[in-house]
């Protein structure tokens, strides 16, 4: 299975704060390649799908970038609702791995 | 509009089966897929496998293939997800998550809003 990799596991920012995530793939996986949000007790919430084209609704401030093996999911302006974990899904296979996640937290 | 309902949470005893049901609603339900994804507390989310609700083609995860059925109710538009020899391990959240099963858009754009299962004795 493809292994994915997302650093920092933690992150503290402050609103206004331009935030970037990493994903790295232990093999190319072309841009198939999801970003998801999860608050806690919530499901997961879909904000980009391959490495950059932005969900219906998800707010502009979110972007994501990258091919082949390393991505970024970026926060331009982290605004309150922003805090949460967030999880990259490769899906180049029939077998779909996710990342360990990124904690956002307030500074 | 689109959901996905989820039933409620089980507690299941060391051993036991579970069977978890996800019922579609709001488009139609053989035009995608149904994926399991499950999350133990303060873990990371696990891709179970998934189930192609138009002909029932399934993919598991290795981690699960030899414990995990898929299958579906296309009648009711509904999917299952069950589980054998249960052990703690295995307390988490199950979530359902649909997809289309084209390749190139096997990401999940609708999720259920989960399901506890406990396992106790």
């Known amino acids: 299975d493809i292994q994915m990799t997302q650093s920092p596991s933690t992150l503290s920012a402050s609103v206004g704060d331009r935030v970037t995530i990493t994903c790295r793939a232990s093999l190319s996986i072309s841009s198939w390649l999801a970003w998801y949000q999860q608050k806690p007790g919530k499901a997961p919430k879909l904000l980009i799908y391959?490495?950059?084209i932005l969900e219906s609704g998800v707010p502009s401030r979110f972007s994501g970038s990258g091919s082949g093996t390393e991505f970024t999911l970026t926060i331009s302006s982290l605004q309150p609702d922003d805090f949460a974990t967030y999880y990259c899904?490769?899906?180049?296979?029939?077998?779909?791995?996710f990342g360990q996640g990124t904690k956002v937290e307030i500074k | 509009q689109v959901q996905l309902v989820q039933s409620g949470a089980e507690v299941k005893k060391p051993g036991a089966s579970v069977k978890v049901s996800c019922k579609a609603s709001g488009y139609t339900f053989t035009d995608y897929a149904i994926h399991w994804v499950r999350q133990a507390p303060g873990q990371r989310l696990e891709w179970m496998g998934w189930i192609n609700a138009g002909n029932g083609n399934t993919k598991y995860s290795q981690n699960f293939q030899d414990r995990v059925i898929f299958t579906r109710d296309t009648s009711a538009s509904t999917a299952y997800m069950e589980m054998s020899s249960l052990r703690s391990a295995d307390t988490a959240v199950y979530y359902c998550?649909?997809?289309?099963?084209?390749?190139?858009?096997?990401?999940?754009?609708?999720w259920g809003k989960g399901t506890t299962v406990t396992v106790s004795s």
């Open positions: 899904q490769q899906y180049n296979s029939y077998s779909l791995t």
């Open positions: 998550a649909r997809s289309s099963f084209y390749f190139g858009d096997y990401y999940m754009d609708v």
């Open positions: 391959k490495a950059s």
